[in-house]
């Protein structure tokens, strides 16, 4: 089922592995996420990707992963904090890199002066 592979290579690319205490591994994807944006993720690649196959509902595609990847979890707890952080950390990188940019525009105008 096509919707299963995706999910496969989504998670493995997506996740971060956590051993737990009890030997089980946990699978996290980012507290930004919800399964709707993962589904919504799924949704845009079928159409982009492949194009001859429907993609599965939302209830087939929640019932697929609560049987097939019970282990995928999506952290609940200070989503709003851990968004924050991932937006902050945005900004700064688009910050630093039209920093570096300008100096570099202005250092080349001056050696080409």
Known sequence: MQALAWMKQHFQDFCDKSPMANRTVV?????????ADIYRSYV????DHD????????TQ???L???????????ETK???ECTMYVHSFVLCITFGL???AIFLILS???SN
């Open 109 to 111: 105008e001056r050696v």
């Open 99 to 101: 920093i570096v940019s």
């Open 51 to 58: 194009g001859t196959e429907e993609p599965v509902s939302l």
């Open 79 to 81: 989503r709003f904090k």
């Open 65 to 75: 992963w609560d049987e097939e990847f019970d282990y995928v979890k999506i952290p």
């Open 44 to 47: 845009e690649w079928c159409k």
């Open 61 to 63: 595609f929640l019932t």
């Open 27 to 35: 699978w996290h994807l980012s507290p930004c996420n919800t399964k």
